[in-house]
């Protein structure tokens, strides 16, 4: 009897550890590499939702674990901790992977897995028509952020528009659905360059761009490149107003690292942390932003770590939603989350083929400036 009550207790000891295992969310994020400012920033807004979200008692009871892995800017490597995530560490769900080209690395081993994945920041096209149900993006489209952009295009007097972008899906995608968007507003379209990643140089892309005469050019990468690309503008005199796209700079950090130069250049930005007042749940922003300022992280990161603090809120509220942490029950509860983000109300449409659509949201977009030194409302 005695040896049967010990039994009893000890199994229920054992299934008490067990239920109180954390769940375990993966992330893909460039932590080192070309993009590796922009990675970290989004880390750090997704380990201070996990404090946020434990804090207030966790999901079904229990606490959530970040499984944090470096893609080092390489799709080859963005494919490798997807596999590891998920084949070793038995993740249920994923948040990333930043970049478009490092996210459709990714995206054929959530097909393989079945594994569904928030994807924060990618803004390529082919990201949520290529057939793949375990996609989850809450960020905007290149089209998306286009048509938003719409409106400015005679507000700002564009007459002639030159393109540099990073030559990979996320420059290529954003250059094609800027410039359908300025010819179809009536405005013409000079030259179309890109650049490496990698690259550090842009001298050669800016003399085309002076000689063509453009009055506004779109520069699309991440924010070390755009730094580099306003400094050497400014050196060689281009007179066109740069404006950048994909929400993937920040204005505060070319401030500082860019000085003058970035006085008069104009950024999309998908989150505005200078007047929280302005987004759509400022009681959120604040919280985040109050949080943010408590760890002294980087202000500059702001604009890039609001996407983890969304993503997880997402990722959470389908666990929750599905009452249990397996990949096919949180695919299918995702479909109805509805989430006060940052970026606005995150709720999911449906885009691609019948029968194998993926999720995307509908997010907010913002036009800011830089002058004076300081980040104003356009």
Do not use: C
């Not at 769940?23 to 939702?49: C, D, H, M, R, W």
């Not at 097909?111 to 993006?137: A, D, H, Q």
């Not at 929280?276 to 009681?283: R, S």
């Amino acid at each position: 009897m005695i040896r049967s009550l010990a039994f009893a207790v000890s199994a229920l000891v054992a299934g008490t550890a067990l239920a109180q295992e954390p769940i375990k969310i993966g992330v893909t994020q460039p932590l080192t590499g070309a993009f590796a400012a922009s990675g970290n920033y989004v880390t750090e807004g997704a380990k201070i939702a996990e404090a946020a979200i434990n804090a207030s008692g966790g999901v079904l009871g229990r606490k959530i674990q970040l499984v944090i892995e470096d893609n080092k800017s390489n799709p080859t490597e963005a494919v490798a901790t997807a596999e590891k995530l998920i084949s070793k560490d038995k993740v249920p769900v994923m948040l990333g992977a930043w970049s478009s080209t490092l996210t459709l690395a990714v995206m054929p081993k959530l097909m393989e897995y079945g594994v569904p994945m928030v994807v924060e920041t990618s803004s390529s096209g082919k990201i949520t028509v290529s057939g793949n149900p375990w996609i989850f993006r809450i960020s905007p489209t290149s089209e998306m952020e286009a048509r938003a952009f719409t409106g400015y295009v005679k507000s700002l007097g564009i007459k002639k528009a030159d393109f540099l972008a990073t030559n990979n899906d996320f420059g290529l995608g954003a250059s094609k659905e800027f410039s359908e968007m300025l010819k179809n507003s009536g405005a013409q379209v000079g030259v179309m360059e890109t650049m490496d990643p990698k690259a550090t140089d842009f001298s050669a892309q800016l003399a085309k761009i002076k000689a063509s005469g453009g009055d506004t050019l779109f520069v699309t990468t991440a924010v070390e490149q755009a730094t580099l690309i306003l400094r050497q503008a400014k050196e060689q005199q281009v007179k066109a107003r740069i404006i950048t796209t994909g929400g993937s700079v920040s204005p505060d950090q070319l401030i500082q690292q860019a000085g003058d130069a970035a006085n008069g250049s104009l950024h999309l930005v998908f989150f505005t942390p200078w007047f929280p007042e302005a987004v759509k749940n400022p009681d959120v922003a604040k919280k985040f932003v109050a949080e943010w300022n408590a760890r002294k992280l980087p202000v500059g990161g702001l604009t890039e770590g609001f996407r983890g603090w969304d993503g997880l809120y997402t990722i959470v509220e389908g666990i929750k939603a599905a009452g249990k942490a397996e990949p096919k029950a949180i695919q299918q509860a995702l479909w109805g989350v509805k989430v006060k983000g940052i970026n606005g109300d995150i709720a999911f449409i449906k885009q691609g083929p019948a029968g194998q659509e993926s999720a995307q949201n509908v997010p907010s977009v913002y036009l800011v400036r830089i002058d004076g030194g300081k980040v104003v409302k356009n």
